[in-house]
């Protein structure tokens, strides 16, 4: 025979889940309800190439739930899809708004297949023409997979070549690493490879340190270098 302090345990326990049922009942259904519906899309941060047709056409269907029940990582991959962005944190705001602050590309050239090269060695997929809207890009081509080292190699190269008022303009990797650059107003160099890392600045600095040598034996600007020698480097002058 159950004890009467027992019976009164069992009821207050069945009292207790009742009221944690109808408490749970009653949050679905305010969460539920139509004032927590995202109201607003804040846009904050880097948008200047972003249209607001172009984030409605990226987001529309991708944006589900509302303030408690939207995953703010789905909400994240769907602004990542739109051209331009880098990154992109997102937040509720209470009670109806989400808040979207968004990093964009800097684009720093354009791959031989059409991509864009952001200055931190990203390829993405934008127009160039508005990139080139805000300055030259650099040219770059080669292998998809070598894009962060040809961004780095070129500050390298244009920090080398630079007291030499030359721009460097174009940079090429080859299937084996092998480097060569173009450099406005009119030089081609042949690099090779960096073995061990390093030995392209060496060959630039050398280069650099020559030039004037090699003005005064050309009568004139060299035109073509090849550095890929051990020890030294070929120069030339077209006609």
Known sequence: MIGLR??????ILALAASLALWLAAGGVWFAQRPWFEF????LHGDVRHLSPAAVRAAVTG?????????????????????????????????????????????????????????????????????????????????????????????????GALAPL????????????ASWSLNAAPDLHVELGRDEPPGRLQERLAAIASAMPLVVARLDGP????????SNGFAAARSP
Not at 111 to 121: A, Y
Not at 165 to 176: F, G, P, T
């Open 222 to 229: 060299a035109t073509r270098i090849d550095a890929r020698y």
């Open 62 to 158: 991708h944006l589900a739930g509302n303030y408690f029940t939207m995953r703010l990582d789905s909400a994240r991959r769907a602004f990542e899809t739109l051209p331009w962005v880098a990154d992109v944190s997102v937040r509720r705001i209470w009670p109806n708004r989400l808040s979207v602050t968004l990093a964009q590309h800097h684009a720093l050239g354009q791959w031989d297949d059409g991509r864009l090269v952001s200055d931190r060695g990203l390829l993405f997929v934008a127009n160039p023409a508005e990139a080139e809207a805000e300055g030259a890009l650099v040219d770059f081509s080669g292998p998809p997979q070598f894009a962060a080292q040809a961004v780095s190699h070129w500050r390298e190269f244009a």
């Open 165 to 176: 008022h030359l721009s460097v303009v174009e940079v090429q990797v080859s299937d084996r």
């Open 39 to 42: 109201r607003r899309i804040e």
């Open 6 to 11: 027992a019976m009164r345990g069992l009821t």
